[in-house]
Every structure is written in C-alpha cells, then in structure tokens.
C-alpha cells in the first residue's frame, strides 16, 4: 500500500482565492460614505428647521396668539361671572392684561364700556380706555356684529387691516349674557415681518457656522466609527494571510467590540488548528521518511547478504559435494572440513551482526543504561585479546584515567570497544603496536583506539561506517570481518548521543568516541 504525503507546503496559499480587499479603498470609501451621509443628514435637519420657521413662523404666531388670548377670555368670563366686587374684577383684570398683554373693556347692553378702576394711574388708566374705545369703536360701528357676539355666546375674534405703519391689532370678544355685557380684550400684534427678516438674516449666519461645524463634527464622527472597522479589516486580511500575529485592541461594549472578540477568538483557533496541522504533517513527513528509509534498508539488506553469503555458500556447497564424492583423501580431506566449519561459523558470526545492525537501524531499539566505570570495562574488554596480540607480536600501550564513571549500556559499549580493537588488530601488521587513550574533556571523556599500518583515503573515510563497505575486501575476508562492524559501532554511538570518529595519524590510523560522564 502506497501512503502518499499530504505536506502543508505543497498547498499553495498563494493560489487560494482569497478576496483580497484594499484598506485605502476601503477607507476612503467607509470613511467618505459615512461622512457624506452624517454631513447631509445635519444639512437637511437644519436646513428644514429653518426653512419650517421662515416659512411659518407668522401663521404659527398668530394662531399662537389667538387661542391663547380666547383662552384666557374664556377663563376671565368665568371669574367675572362669580363676583360682582369692583376691587376683585379689577385684579382679574390686571391678572388677564399682564398675562396675555392685553387691553380689557367691558361693554353694557347699551354699548358703553363700563369703566372699571384698575390699580394704578388714573390718567394712565384714561389713557388706556380711550384707545380701547378707538379700536373698538372702529370694529362695532356695524349693531349687527354684537348682536351677533351676544348668539353666538363664544369668544371672536378679529384682526385689524394693516395700513402703512400703523400697528396691527388682534380683538377678541365673548358675550357675557348673564350681565348683559360683553368683554373684550385688544392686543397689539408685533411687526412679525421684520423680526421674521432679522431672524432669517440670523439664520444666514447661523447656517454658515452650523455647516462649518457639522463638517468638522462630520468628519470626527465618521473617523470615531471607520477605525475599529478599518482595524478589523487589517486583522482579517492578516488571517488571509495565515498571520495571526495581529489582534484587534478594540475594548467596546457593543456589536463592533464583540466582532473583535469574536475575530480574536477565530484567530486563535485557527492559528492553534494550524500548528496542530503543521505537527501533524511534520510527523506525517517523519514516520513516511522513516518507511522509506526502513524499505530502502532492507532492500540494500537483502542484496548485501545475498552478496556476502554467496562466496561462503559456494565453498561450502563446493567442498561438500568433493567429501561426498570422496575426491579428498587424508589430510586433504580434514582441511576442506575445517574450510566448511570456518565457513559456517563465518555466515553465523555474519547473520548474527546482521541481525544486531537491523535492530539498531530500526529506531526502536531501546539501550539499557547504568553507571559504571569506563575504565574497568576497557581493561576487562583488552584482557581478552591478550592471546591474539602475542600470536602477532603487537605492542599494546594503555592510558587509562582511573574512576571515570559514565551512564552507558555496558554491553553495547563493550560491543563498540570489541569492534574498535578487532578492526585494528586487522590492519596491524606483525611487530605493530596498538595505543587505547582516555582524555578528559570537560564533561565528557576521550577515548581512542590508534593502530600502526596504512592511512585510508580521504574518499573512504566517510563510506567505511557504511553497511558492508570493505576497504580491502580480499583481507579483510580472510581475517574473517563480516563489513558491518563499523556500521553496527556507529548506530551504538549515535544512541548514545556520542561524538566519533576516524582520522589518520603519523603512525596508521586513529578512531575515537565519547561519552557523558556523570
């Protein structure tokens, strides 16, 4: 089954069809639009409410006029009707004038006002009847009128014609059957005109400065409502972006803060889905690179071991069949039995480190760590090739630093010392020597396996870690390597976290490794 890797990387954010919007567009066109509207909205308000009381404040001043002046005749007829005190009707009187800033007269049946003394100047008092006659008398010259006042028993009233400068008049009249009288009340009407031309040059200038201010105020308003939306915007077109670095820093009580918090709490979502993604994918590309490596391990496995069991395989089979044909007598025939012993135990030695390097390579190979010293366990590893070194007469130099505790798995650092000395007792001709070297270094200790004999090329000092990688294949066969003993130290010292090496010396050859010590 083929697994196919989805990787974020391959999804092109830039192929996404993205609506991208323009914030100078955007902030033009809000920002005007807004303007626009809350500029015209004051204009038509004020513009309206001065063009209603141009237009209308005369009629409105004269109804205004009217009803509160028959008003106050109604209530008056209805105080008057309940005394007959001279002195109260006077007070009523006076009450009625400085409300309604009127004149009062009282008519009897016969058409003569009745005078009534009011508080004050007499003169003055005169004065003021006398022009409430003239007015009066210009409005009832006609008997019919009053007898119409008296039939209709409700207030009436009248204005008097305009006749060049002359001041207008409202008259109001309400019968008073009870008495036999009418009362009526005279008010002089204020040049409405020309209070209506001052105020309206009023409003000229008024209407200039309120423009100026609705534009200023115009413009504040609609900059005080575009900003958080322009900074919403920003943070939106920034999660476009798959930026969620940017945060709305709008604090609102209102639908526009609650859009922020709402933006915020979707930008962290998604940036937390993201990275979920991102770690999903990553160990999505680690476990699939991981198969890949595993399949291409073993496919280079199985072609190394068909390659190095094919010659031991053949020589076996080969001799075999001779002993069985009895081609071999004597002791001709005992050293082709010990070839195909030392054979098997070869292709042993070979399947059994294969399996080891196959347990390492796979990642899931567990050390078992303690603490121990480092140097008993080289002394206890070299002791056991002390009968290989006096067959070949190999001088053997040790510098060990006594009580040097690490935290290793004794076993497999045994297996790497064991490699280590093996591949330099190969490569040691007869009458060599071999030096084993600790160092301290900081927190860490040196140590180093260094044999007499040829260098390696600088092209072989990478490929000799490589699984069955063979710098002298004919020599090393016959000194019996099975080609991944490198390889096997390298994985050991890789779990370990160690640093190592191989570099070559004046003498042959020197590798090296590391370890934490505690």
């Given at each position: 089954m083929k697994i196919r890797n989805i990787r974020l990387k391959d999804i092109d954010i830039k192929k996404i069809n993205f609506k991208k919007i323009n914030l100078k567009k955007i902030n033009k066109s809000i920002t005007l639009k807004l303007f626009v509207v809350t500029a015209l909205v004051?204009?038509?308000?004020?513009?309206?409410?001065?063009?209603?009381?141009?237009?209308?404040?005369?009629?409105?001043?004269?109804?205004?006029?009217?009803?509160?002046?028959?008003?106050?005749?109604?209530?008056?007829?209805?105080?008057y009707n309940k005394t007959t005190d001279e002195q109260k009707i006077a007070e009523l009187i006076r009450d009625f004038e400085d409300?309604?800033?009127?004149?009062?007269?009282?008519?009897?049946?016969?058409?003569?006002?009745?005078?009534?003394?009011?508080?004050?100047?007499?003169?003055?008092?005169?004065?003021?009847?006398?022009?409430?006659?003239?007015?009066?008398?210009?409005?009832?010259?006609?008997?019919?009128?009053?007898?119409?006042?008296?039939?209709?028993?409700?207030?009436?009233?009248?204005?008097?014609?305009?006749?060049?400068?002359?001041?207008?008049?409202?008259?109001?009249?309400?019968?008073?059957?009870?008495?036999?009288?009418?009362?009526?009340?005279?008010?002089?009407?204020?040049?409405?005109?020309?209070?209506?031309?001052?105020?309206?040059?009023?409003?000229?200038?008024?209407?200039?400065?309120?423009?100026?201010?609705i534009v200023i105020l115009s413009l504040i308003y609609s900059n005080m409502v575009t900003k958080p939306l322009l900074e919403l915007n920003d943070s939106a077109s920034k999660m476009a972006d798959l930026d969620f670095s940017k945060k709305c820093n709008i604090k609102r009580e209102d639908e526009i803060g609650n859009l922020a918090d709402t933006l915020?709490?979707?930008?962290?979502?998604?940036?937390?889905?993201?990275?979920?993604?991102?770690?999903?994918?990553?160990?999505?590309?680690?476990?699939?690179?991981?198969?890949?490596?595993?399949?291409?391990?073993r496919k280079e496995f199985v072609a190394a071991v068909s390659h190095e069991l094919k010659t031991p395989i053949s020589l076996i089979g080969g001799y075999a069949e001779g002993l069985k044909d009895d081609i071999f007598e004597g002791e001709e025939k005992d050293y082709y039995i010990d070839v195909i012993i030392d054979e098997s135990k070869k292709m042993a030695n070979l399947v059994a480190d294969m399996l080891d390097l196959s347990q390492l390579e796979s990642g899931n190979f567990k050390l078992v760590k303690e603490e121990f010293y480092i140097d008993e366990l080289l002394k206890t590893t070299i002791k056991k090739f002390a009968a290989v070194f006096n067959d070949k007469n190999i001088k053997f130099d040790i510098n060990f630093i006594e009580n040097t505790k690490v935290h290793a798995d004794w076993s497999r650092m045994e297996?790497?010392?064991?490699?280590?000395?093996?591949?330099?007792?190969?490569?040691?001709?007869?009458?060599?020597?071999?030096?084993?070297?600790?160092?301290?270094?900081?927190?860490?200790?040196?140590?180093?396996?260094?044999?007499?004999?040829?260098?390696?090329?600088?092209?072989?000092?990478?490929?000799?870690?490589?699984?069955?990688?063979?710098?002298?294949?004919?020599?090393?066969?016959?000194?019996?390597?099975t080609g991944i003993g490198l390889a096997i130290v390298k994985n050991i010292l890789m779990l370990h976290g160690s640093e190592y090496g191989v570099k070559n010396t004046d003498k042959g050859v020197k590798f090296y490794f590391t370890l934490k010590k505690v």
């Open positions: 004051f204009i038509v308000f004020i513009s309206s409410t001065l063009a209603i009381q141009s237009l209308f404040f005369g009629q409105f001043y004269m109804s205004k006029k009217k009803n509160d002046l028959q008003n106050g005749m109604e209530k008056f007829r209805v105080s409300t309604n800033n009127a004149k009062m007269l009282i008519l009897n049946s016969n058409g003569k006002s009745k005078f009534i003394t009011r508080p004050g100047s007499e003169k003055t008092e005169a004065l003021r009847l006398r022009l409430i006659n003239d007015i009066i008398k210009k409005w009832t010259m006609d008997p019919s009128i009053i007898i119409d006042i008296k039939a209709s028993n409700k207030p009436v009233t009248i204005l008097t014609d305009k006749r060049g400068n002359e001041t207008r008049y409202m008259i109001s009249a309400v019968p008073d059957n009870s008495k036999d009288e009418i009362i009526f009340a005279v008010t002089s009407l204020q040049p409405v005109n020309e209070a209506s031309s001052v105020i309206k040059e009023f409003y000229f200038y008024f209407y200039i400065v309120a423009l100026f201010l915020n709490f979707l930008s962290e979502n998604l940036n937390k889905s993201l990275t979920s993604l991102k770690e999903a994918n990553s160990k999505l590309e680690e476990d699939i690179e991981k198969e890949r490596r595993l399949e291409k391990m297996q790497v010392i064991t490699n280590f000395i093996t591949n330099a007792i190969r490569h040691t001709n007869e009458d060599g020597s071999i030096m084993v070297n600790m160092k301290q270094q900081e927190d860490r200790v040196l140590i180093s396996i260094e044999n007499t004999g040829e260098n390696i090329s600088e092209d072989e000092m990478d490929k000799i870690w490589d699984n069955f990688y063979k710098i002298d294949k004919s020599r090393t066969r016959k000194l019996g390597g």
